[in-house]
């Protein structure tokens, strides 16, 4: 079935909002999409007997199995399409969201799974977050703050947190990036700044809402 994109943007919000609480009001969601409640009311209705979502006034939203389906699909075409831009095309990473945004409500399944293998199938965007496969699978992993990182400790970036511009384009200017090799150096307990080592550079101190949000792994 062909979804508008308003409804697939309700579908994936509803997902992602998800992520943090099982139930899903609707206040949070019409703050989600910076709509009016009354407008999230009548959306939700529609979602309701379309059969994507559980729905009862006053007691939240909560996605079915087809649900589900439908906004992994519209994350898995958003984060292939991310991949696309930044490393075929070279756009910054700052740059992309906003055109995977238009380009994830694309209904071919023929071409996401052509762009999958022209891709490589990879597992994650130029962001870190994880990219499902055509059945909706997650790849495993798990990855830390900086901030939580134990001093001393090699560390590899593998996502970021806050995918703003503003916050992409900091860490550029930083040259932080996916695959950045660095360790914990200092921590300062007065405002929760980290000084950091990257590999070949001096030490540099970051602000402690930049260390939060930067997602590392163990360097093996």
Do not use: C
Request: net charge positive; hydrophobic share 40%.
């Amino acid at each position: 079935m062909k979804y508008s994109p308003s409804q697939e943007n309700y579908i994936k919000a509803v997902y992602h909002l998800q992520l943090e609480s099982s139930t899903v009001t609707t206040n949070a969601l019409a703050q989600a999409l910076d709509t009016r409640p009354a407008s999230v009311t009548d959306m939700l209705k529609k979602l309701k007997l379309q059969k994507l979502l559980l729905y009862e006034k006053y007691r939240g939203v909560k996605l079915t199995a087809e649900g589900r389906r439908l906004a992994v699909q519209i994350i898995r075409k958003h984060r292939l399409w991310e991949f696309f831009l930044v490393h075929t095309l070279r756009f910054g990473w700052e740059e992309v969201h906003e055109i995977a945004e238009e380009l994830e409500h694309i209904g071919s399944g023929k071409l996401v799974d052509r762009l999958d293998a022209f891709l490589g199938f990879p597992q994650h965007d130029p962001h870190g977050d994880p990219i499902p496969d055509r059945l909706g699978k997650l790849p495993a992993g798990t990855h830390s703050a900086l901030s939580e990182m134990p001093l001393h400790r090699h560390a590899v970036v593998r996502g970021i947190g806050d995918q703003r511009p503003v916050m992409l384009d900091l860490l550029r200017d930083q040259q932080i990036a996916l695959g950045t090799k660095l360790e914990v150096q200092k921590k300062f307990s007065v405002d929760g700044s980290v000084q950091i080592k990257i590999r070949g550079r001096q030490p540099v101190n970051i602000s402690a809402y930049a260390a939060k949000n930067i997602l590392v792994g163990y360097d093996k």
